[in-house]
């Protein structure tokens, strides 16, 4: 073989290599981009939020929708939305700061919330949606003392598990600080026989 036509094969192998190469890196960093700032997959370790979300159930979070965080930083993009009553969100555990949680929002800045006979009271009426009344809440936790009425701090949420029998949630260790906010589950993708829009 001439060494005209092996450098000529070393030149097209190595363009092949340095194709690959930077192919490879654009979908990683591409898949990076997605994962921090627009949607990421989690996993559902616990029965906290059954019937809804089961253990070994994966989902996917929308990061973008209440402001994603830039990493290192403390600097956001502008939020779609303010987080609802009834979203089911993921966010850093106030307790545990590198540990994700995930709970249904009930109480909004501002707000009192009660719970009583079960049954969740915001400013002192009921939550009739059946997002809530279809379960029975506990009183547990020095935040869900019997009758006692709480009011949710300035740019601060009260979650809870929907199985309210098996959930750590606010009524044991407060709320959730805005600034741990990771974004909303809206889609169960694992396992097939559970793929569904999350409500």
Known sequence: ?????????KNKLKTIVRDWAESIIFALLLASIVRTFIV??????????????????????????YGAKVPFTKLGLPAVRKPKRGDIIVFFAPQEPNKHFIKRLIGLPGETVQI???????????LLDPLFNQRYYYNRGDYARED???????????????N???????RFW????????????ILIYWPPTRIRIIR
């Open 1 to 9: 073989m001439s060494s005209r036509r092996l450098t000529n094969k």
């Open 40 to 65: 990421q997959p989690f996993k559902i370790p616990t029965g906290s939020m059954r019937p809804t979300l089961v253990e070994g159930d994966v989902i996917l979070v929308n990061k973008f929708i």
């Open 174 to 185: 407060g709320f959730v600080p805005k600034s741990k906010l990771v974004g909303e589950a």
């Open 164 to 170: 309210s029998a098996s959930s750590l949630d606010s």
């Open 116 to 126: 009583h006979k079960g049954t969740i009271y915001i400013n002192n009426k009921p």
């Open 148 to 162: 006692a009425s709480i009011t949710v701090p300035q740019d601060s949420y009260f979650v809870l598990g929907d």
